[in-house]
């Protein structure tokens, strides 16, 4: 697991580097987890916080691709993401945010997979040419249970509000 963080790290940074543009995020998650066994569903909701690095690369006037690496920790889960959104920019403030994300369990408990793959989907708005807010929702598909005789299902989805900074 080490290693692929690793390569996650040296990755993202190599995209940096080569983008038009990028810039740091910061903020809070409210997060689920929703388990099923046997026809009962149970959520549990925790609050944590994220940091990431994104990088964005202009393809016309009102779209950008916005890849991104970030860090999230809640509670006892830490994960790293890795969304890859389309920026749609719907005026010269607002920008709608969409997209797949790879998350990486860090420190998954036995009877968890460690991949979660999800979709964004959100809204930022800029403050200035340098500042953004944002809010987005990420919708987990992965069930992370490993294959088990109960037939039950673990999601974990979270709501993220937070500030960027670009470069």
Same mark, same amino acid.
């Given at each position: 697991?080490?290693?692929?963080?690793?390569?996650?790290?040296?990755?993202?940074?190599?995209?940096?580097? /080569?983008? +038009?543009?990028?810039?740091?995020?910061?903020?809070?998650?409210?997060? *689920?987890? *929703?388990? @099923?066994?046997?026809?009962?569903?149970?959520?549990?909701?925790? *609050?944590?916080?994220?940091?990431?690095?994104?990088?964005?690369?202009? $393809?016309?006037? @009102?779209?950008?691709?916005? #890849?991104?690496?970030?860090?999230?920790? &809640?509670?006892?889960? %830490?994960?790293? +993401? $890795? #969304? $890859?959104?389309?920026?749609?920019?719907?005026? =010269?403030?607002?920008?709608?945010?969409?997209? #797949?994300?790879?998350?990486?369990?860090?420190?998954?408990?036995? !009877?968890? @997979?460690?991949? /979660?793959? !999800?979709? =964004?989907? !959100?809204?930022?708005?800029?403050?200035?040419?340098?500042?953004?807010?944002?809010?987005?929702? =990420?919708?987990?598909?992965?069930?992370?249970?490993? %294959?088990?005789?109960?037939?039950?299902?673990?999601?974990?989805?979270?709501?993220?509000?937070? &500030?960027?900074?670009?470069?």
């Amino acid at each position: 697991m080490k290693k692929l963080v690793l390569v996650v790290i040296i990755t993202a940074s190599s995209i940096c580097l /080569n983008a +038009q543009s990028f810039g740091i995020r910061a903020g809070i998650d409210f997060a *689920t987890a *929703t388990a @099923k066994f046997d026809g009962l569903s149970v959520s549990e909701n925790e *609050t944590g916080f994220y940091i990431g690095l994104f990088s964005k690369f202009n $393809v016309s006037e @009102k779209f950008d691709i916005r #890849p991104e690496v970030d860090y999230l920790n &809640i509670k006892d889960l %830490d994960q790293i +993401q $890795v #969304p $890859v959104l389309a920026e749609i920019g719907l005026s =010269d403030k607002f920008s709608l945010l969409a997209g #797949p994300s790879f998350g990486f369990i860090l420190d998954k408990e036995e !009877g968890v @997979k460690s991949f /979660n793959l !999800g979709v =964004d989907l !959100g809204l930022s708005y800029n403050i200035s040419e340098k500042f953004l807010v944002e809010a987005r929702y =990420d919708l987990g598909i992965s069930d992370l249970a490993e %294959d088990n005789e109960f037939d039950a299902s673990l999601k974990l989805s979270g709501f993220q509000i937070g &500030i960027g900074y670009l470069f």
